[in-house]
Nanobody, 124 residues
Framework: QLQLVESGGGLVQSGGSLRLSCAAS????????IGWFRQVPGKEREGVSC????????NYADSVKGRFITTRDNAKNTVYLQMNALDSEETAIYYC?????????????????WGQGTQVTVSS
């Protein structure tokens, strides 16, 4: 069964950086687009970035452009989200998700497979 496991969350000061990892098992990244999302309790899940296997096409939410970078390591079957210049407003649970095919989307309902999430806390 397709699985995604996030790691790398934690506590960081405002302005700091974190790198999240999303390790995939039972499928290869060559055939799936990976999205990163975040959610604050009581609010809707928000798309942060996506990475398509087609030419490694990426897309980012306007709020994170220029600060977040998503990449993948095929040898490790892992996708990363490098987050820089974090703000306390970005405290949330961060999830990675997978969808079959090459279309990069920031809409949560476009993704069928989800990880369990990792907590990111940015202190002000």
């Amino acid at each position: 069964q397709l699985q995604l496991v996030e790691s790398g969350g934690g506590l960081v000061q405002s302005g700091g950086s974190l790198r999240l990892s999303c390790a995939a098992s039972e499928f290869t990244l060559d055939d799936y687009t990976i999205g990163w999302f975040r959610q604050v309790p009581g609010k809707e899940r928000e798309g942060v970035s996506c990475l398509s296997p087609y030419l490694d096409t990426t897309n980012y939410a306007d709020s994170v452009k220029g600060r977040f970078i998503t990449t993948r390591d095929n040898a490790k079957n892992t996708v990363y989200l490098q987050m820089n210049a974090l703000d306390s407003e970005e405290t949330a649970i961060y999830y990675c998700a997978a969808r079959a095919g090459y279309s990069c989307s920031l809409m949560p309902n476009a993704y069928a497979f989800w990880g369990q999430g990792t907590q990111v806390t940015v202190s002000s």
